[in-house]
């Protein structure tokens, strides 16, 4: 069982930045592939941002390349979104997400879809004003 806990979500201006941290328990964080889901009132949850268990491939949705960072320190198990550039379309809960099974091949389109992931954190709230 792996628990994540989200922390850093806030109220921001446009054009702000923001650091998302998620805390995962457990000693196989290093082993799990993590991505960053958002959800808006009235919208599905949609994908935001993925990296491997290494770090080494990231993944971003086009609606946020360039302006999010996604990145990991497996030493203290703890994955991160750093959000420049903020836009009021960016309010949203933010959860993070971990892939304990990798079912393959891996990929944008593999780590884009949230059925793949088997354990989320409970979200935090950011919301950007204009």
């Known amino acids: 069982q792996v628990q994540l806990v989200e922390s850093g979500g806030g109220l921001v201006q446009h054009g702000d930045s923001l650091r998302l941290s998620c805390a995962a328990s457990?000693?196989?964080?290093?082993?799990?592939?993590m991505g960053w889901f958002r959800q808006a009132p009235g919208k599905e949850r949609e994908f935001v941002a993925a990296?491997?268990?290494?770090?080494?491939?990231?993944y971003y949705a086009d609606s946020v390349k360039g302006r999010f960072t996604i990145s990991r320190d497996n030493a203290k198990n703890t994955l991160y979104l750093q959000m420049n550039s903020l836009k009021p379309e960016d309010t949203a809960i933010y959860y993070c997400?971990?892939?304990?099974?990798?079912?393959?091949?891996?990929?944008?389109?593999?780590?884009?879809?949230?059925?793949?992931?088997?354990?989320w954190g409970q979200g935090t709230q950011v919301t950007v004003s204009s």
């Open positions: 997400a971990a892939d304990a099974i990798f079912r393959g091949p891996g990929g944008s389109s593999y780590y884009a879809d949230r059925d793949n992931y088997d354990y």
């Open positions: 457990g000693r196989t964080f290093r082993n799990y592939a």
């Open positions: 990296i491997n268990w290494s770090g080494g491939s990231t």
